[in-house]
Structure formats: structure tokens, C-alpha cells
């Protein structure tokens, strides 16, 4: 069993850089398919990147349409964790960024946000 943790939100200007991490203490994160959301104050949490099962080929990776072409999801093994590199970030961006884990094996696309395991989320916040 994973636990999950979030580091590296921070405050940044707009069109500036973050890099997320997502650590596991327990289980390696190789038996996971894993993903990011976020959650802004006042709104439904949002999917931001995911990649289905435990493949990580471009064609198993996918993005929000608001964040594709500026965020990249990324795993190294070596470390157990799971990355979210976000660039030319936007004040609409702001937000509470969480990763979630679940069992690759239990992978579908339809699961939405019913992964079995969260961190505790780490807070970014992009001034204009």
C-alpha cells in the first residue's frame, strides 16, 4: 500500500515554472497507474494528467485540454516518484494540486477521480 506526498507548490509569477513531486512511503509506485488533479478555491476538483495502467508511453499519457502543451506527468523509478512539471503557468492555475494513485491492474478510463490513494496535496499559486 502506497502513502502519498506532495511537494514543491510554491508561489510563482505567471509564465514562470513549478516542479511537483509525489513520493510514496510503502509500495513502489511501478504497480500503480497514477494521476494529478487539482482544486481551486470555490470549485470542483479537476483532473490535470494521468497515465493508464502502469505504461508510461506517450500514448498513455494524457492531459487536461487547459493544461496540454505546458504540463508534462513523469515517473522515475529509481526515486519512486511521480512528477509534474508545469510551465508558462497562469493565474488560473492556481490551486491545490493532488496526486492520487491506484492499482494499475483496476486501471480504466473511466475511472474519473475514484483513485484509491491521495496525498495530502501541496498549494500553487500563480500571481499575474
Known amino acids: 500500500q502506497v502513502q502519498l506526498g506532495e511537494s514543491g507548490g510554491g508561489l510563482v509569477q505567471a509564465g514562470g515554472s513549478l516542479r511537483l513531486s509525489c513520493a510514496s512511503a510503502?509500495?513502489?509506485?511501478?504497480?500503480?497507474?497514477m494521476a494529478w488533479f487539482r482544486q481551486a478555491p470555490g470549485k470542483e476538483r479537476e483532473f490535470v494528467a494521468a497515465?493508464?495502467?502502469?505504461?508510461?508511453?506517450?500514448?498513455?499519457?494524457y492531459y487536461a485540454d487547459s493544461v496540454k502543451g505546458r504540463f508534462t506527468i513523469s515517473r522515475d523509478n529509481a526515486k519512486n516518484t511521480v512528477y509534474l512539471q508545469m510551465n508558462r503557468l497562469k493565474p488560473e492555475d492556481t490551486a491545490v494540486y493532488y496526486c492520487?494513485?491506484?492499482?494499475?491492474?483496476?486501471?480504466?478510463?473511466?475511472?474519473?477521480?475514484?483513485?484509491?490513494?491521495w496525498g495530502q496535496g501541496t498549494q500553487v499559486t500563480v500571481s499575474s
Open positions: 510503502g509500495g513502489t509506485l511501478r504497480n500503480y497507474a
Open positions: 492520487a494513485a491506484t492499482p494499475a491492474r483496476l486501471y480504466d478510463d473511466g475511472l474519473g477521480d475514484k483513485y484509491d490513494y
Open positions: 497515465n493508464r495502467w502502469n505504461s508510461w508511453t506517450i500514448g498513455n499519457i
